[in-house]
């Protein structure tokens, strides 16, 4: 069965700097997506990035973009320029190319510090 | 386009209660999927529909929960009877029918408190 580990509950950040938040995986497949969702307290998840296992280089949306190390089973995602916006919680999901179900992680509570 | 919408936004209720979560996807998708998000944790999906028939169901607690997604659009997800671990938020999600590399658009979720 896949898994999707967050071993970090909770981080912080002063505003403008950098933070990566940490994500591991455990899957038999060889073709999967990963993703990483931003939940705010209006709890609306919203994606806000996505790799397709299958391509090398890792994946970018402005100031966010991941580090996909897949034989290591890793997918971290590194936010540059942390601003107060970004406060929510971030959780790294996988699924597999045949279903169409998410694995989720347990989440990183990121806050943004002025 | 319209998101997904959900309602209610918040419900309390008493332990053995019923209640039910009404879901309206995004105009033309074909998938739906409610998902369980205990607080603390990630969602759990509890039943997945491709436009009106159950394509997984593996996680959900039939003795109590149902499901239904009438003419392949609205669905809602009901409780009979709840129970206190069913507090939690309720979050359905929609997507285009197919396997897709792209995330699939949530909706804001019901708050259920079971007291």
């Known amino acids: 069965a896949q898994t999707v580990t967050q071993s970090q509950p909770e981080m912080s950040v002063q505003e403008a700097e950098t933070v990566t938040l940490s994500c591991t995986y455990d899957?038999?497949?060889?073709?999967?997506?990963l993703f990483w969702y931003k939940q705010p307290p209006s709890r609306q998840m919203i994606l806000v990035i996505r790799q397709e296992a299958y391509k090398q280089q890792n994946a970018t949306e402005n100031r966010f973009s991941v580090n996909f190390q897949k034989a290591a089973k890793s997918f971290s995602l590194k936010i540059s320029d942390s601003q107060l916006g970004d406060t929510a919680m971030y959780f790294c999901?996988?699924?597999?190319?045949?279903?169409?179900?998410?694995?989720f992680g347990t989440g990183t509570r990121l806050k943004v510090l002025a | 386009e319209a998101g997904v919408a959900q309602s209610p936004r918040y419900k309390i209720i008493e332990k053995r209660q019923s209640v039910a979560f009404w879901c309206n996807p995004i105009s033309g998708h074909a998938t739906l999927y409610w998902y369980q998000q205990i607080l603390g944790q990630g969602p759990k999906l509890l039943i997945q529909?491709?436009?009106?028939?159950?394509?997984?169901d593996s996680q959900l607690p039939k003795d109590r929960f149902s499901a239904e997604r009438l003419k392949g659009v609205d669905s809602t997800l009901k409780i009979q009877p709840a129970k206190l671990e069913d507090s939690a938020v309720y979050l359905c999600?929609?997507?285009?029918?197919?396997?897709?590399?792209?995330?699939?658009?949530f909706g804001s979720g019901t708050r259920l408190t079971v007291v």
């Open positions: 999901a996988f699924r597999d190319s045949g279903t169409y179900k998410y694995i």
């Open positions: 999600a929609s997507g285009p029918a197919g396997v897709t590399s792209y995330g699939y658009t």
């Open positions: 529909f491709q436009n009106n028939g159950v394509v997984d």
């Open positions: 899957t038999s497949e060889s073709n999967y997506y």
